[in-house]
């Protein structure tokens, strides 16, 4: 998590799964397990080069997917999280068991603000960093109390799909 954003899915994962999670912490350290359910922050539209090498390892295992990015809001952003997980599972080995991702929008580091400021101070009409502002604006509240408690439905729904198989 670079924002905290992922940190807090995460952690909100971790409740609901209580004594099911053993380990709450970086790919690297990850003991051997079952059932991995791995977070990541996206930047343009993939996850961290960490996860994606933790995901090519998990031969054999039953795994989920979660992330948070700075896009959300409108009917795009569902095709867009689609995407994300896709892209995600397509990491995976053979002889993995996919069952299923959840992203939500989180907030940008305020960098990105600052630089959609300055780009409409050069020109307030480009449309690109109007919308861009937006995002980054919508973002402030993300992850949201909408979107921890879609998160925790998600995780209890892989669990019991887990133990199920």
Not at 71 to 79: A, D, N, P, T
Request: hydrophobic residues 35%; contains cysteine.
């Amino acid at each position: 998590s670079v924002t905290g954003n992922t940190k807090m899915i995460a952690n909100a994962i971790a409740a609901v799964l209580g004594d099911e999670c053993v380990y709450l912490g970086g790919a690297e350290g990850a003991p051997d397990c079952e059932l991995y359910l791995v977070g990541s922050w996206s930047d343009k539209g993939v996850c961290c080069d960490e996860i994606k090498g933790f995901l090519k390892g998990l031969t054999g295992k039953k795994a989920a997917y979660f992330a948070t990015c700075g896009y959300g809001g409108g009917e795009s952003s569902e095709k867009y999280y689609d995407m994300l997980v896709e892209r995600a599972r397509k990491e995976l080995p053979e002889g993995c068991t996919f069952l299923g991702g959840f992203v939500c929008q989180g907030k940008m580091p305020e960098a990105i603000g600052e630089r959609y400021r300055q780009a409409l101070e050069k020109d307030p009409g480009d449309t690109r960093s109007l919308q861009g502002l937006e995002l980054y604006k919508d973002g402030l509240s993300h992850p949201d109390e909408k979107d921890i408690a879609e998160a925790k439905a998600w995780a209890a729904e892989v669990l019991s799909r887990a133990k199920g198989l």
